[in-house]
């Protein structure tokens, strides 16, 4: 007999499936990225790039704000029960599928901001080393609300020369 337990084990086992598959399609994506462009990949903890750790700080500020705001943190095609890879610039707020994200980046028609540096702020003149990584997804469950998710996030970045630097990064560096 099928006991609730047995039933939200399951439904913790189905969510991890589902993490885990999301997590491999987002690398799997950032991998053939960064292939197709001759970047290389290198793997490390984001504590070992402070630059990188700034962006992710507003990264998660950004989040919390839309969330104390009671505005979508996703697009309307993602959710927090069923994770598939998603992105996040810092110029379109929300977390967002692919479809999203390419849509928000088409409208984009240039601004002052485009050319200053997305760790610290410095105007870079237009020269910003482009960067992307992958942050985890995330699995909550907590009794007794239902489980959920926030899916592996791809971000991409612009740094200054100097933040660039700082990371330690070689020239052509992806994740």
Known sequence: MRTKRDDRNAARTAMFDQVNAAADDAASGLDTFARERGYL???GNLGQWPPLAAVVDKYW??????????EP????????????P??????????CCKA??????????GT???????ACGADAGGKLWLISFVLP??????????????????????????????????????R
């Open 137 to 174: 997804a995330i699995v909550v469950d907590i009794r007794p609300w239902s489980l959920t998710s926030m899916p592996p996030v791809t971000v991409g970045v612009g740094l200054c020369d100097q933040c660039h630097a700082e990371c330690g990064l070689t020239r052509k560096s992806a």
């Open 41 to 43: 990949r290198t793997e």
């Open 61 to 70: 500020a950004t989040l919390t704000e839309l969330h104390l705001r009671g």
């Open 112 to 118: 002052p901001e485009d050319g200053r540096c997305d």
């Open 100 to 109: 999203c994200g390419d849509a928000h980046s088409a409208r984009v028609r």
């Open 73 to 84: 943190v996703l697009c309307p095609n993602l959710s927090f029960r069923a994770p598939q």
């Open 86 to 95: 998603a992105n996040w610039r810092t110029y379109t707020r929300q977390v």
